[in-house]
Every structure is written in C-alpha cells, then in structure tokens.
C-alpha cells in the first residue's frame, strides 16, 4: 500500500513537511513546492499508485472521490468561480507526460494569469 522510498507516501504519513490543504482516510492534498499558478496543489491518493498508467476498474471510487473533491478545494483554496474564474486539472503521466514524482498525483492550478507555466 505504502512504497518506503516515495516521497509522496511520507508527505501523506507526515514524515516530509507539506503545507496541508485537506486530509481524509484515503486521500491527502498539499500545496505544490514550486507552483506554476497563484493556487497551485496535489491531490494524492494515501495508497501507493505509481501513476495513472496502474489506474483500473478498482480504483474507480477513488478517482471519483479525488475529482469530485477538486472544485470543493479549489474555491476554498483561492481559485475565483466558474466561469469567469476556474481551474485547470493535470496528470502527468510516465516519462513521456512529464511525470516527475512517481505516486499519482492530480494537479490543481487557477487563479488570475499570467501564470509561469501555460
Ligand atoms: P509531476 O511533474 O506531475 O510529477 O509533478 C510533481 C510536482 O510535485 C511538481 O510540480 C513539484 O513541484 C511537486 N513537488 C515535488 N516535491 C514536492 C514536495 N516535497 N512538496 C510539494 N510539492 C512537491
């Protein structure tokens, strides 16, 4: 369930310092270290899942409950209110989508423009 050498498994056990956004049994958010928008944060499963790539059918309700949770903390986060404000969801990935830390993680990036990245 947990991968000792991850670093996303410490920062949901407490191990790695985070700036906490939200906690439950199953899931754990925290603010990006280096944030490409005004409100930048990841949403991460506590359960070790390497990527999207690993994601199936028995990881549907998790999933759902991270997507369904994202807007809740974006408002409450900063981002202005559909439609004029938003967010943008990203998941990075393997390699080749850009994915750096290998434990699945959904980005959560809004706020006013410009923003570094996009
Ligand atoms: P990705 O490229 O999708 O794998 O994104 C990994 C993200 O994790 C990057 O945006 C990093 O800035 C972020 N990150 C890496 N280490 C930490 C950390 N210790 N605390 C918070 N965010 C981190």
Redesign the pocket.
Known sequence: MHDPNC??CK?AAGQ?P??KVYEDEDLYA???????APV?F?IIPKQHIASMAQVGAQHEALLGRIMALAPRLALEQGCNPYPEGGFRI???TGAEG?????HL?V?VMGGPRPWLKG
């Open positions: 670093i996303f920062i790695i985070s700036k925290f603010h990006d270290i280096a944030p490409w930048h990841l990203v998941v990075n850009g994915q750096e830390v290998q993680h980005h």
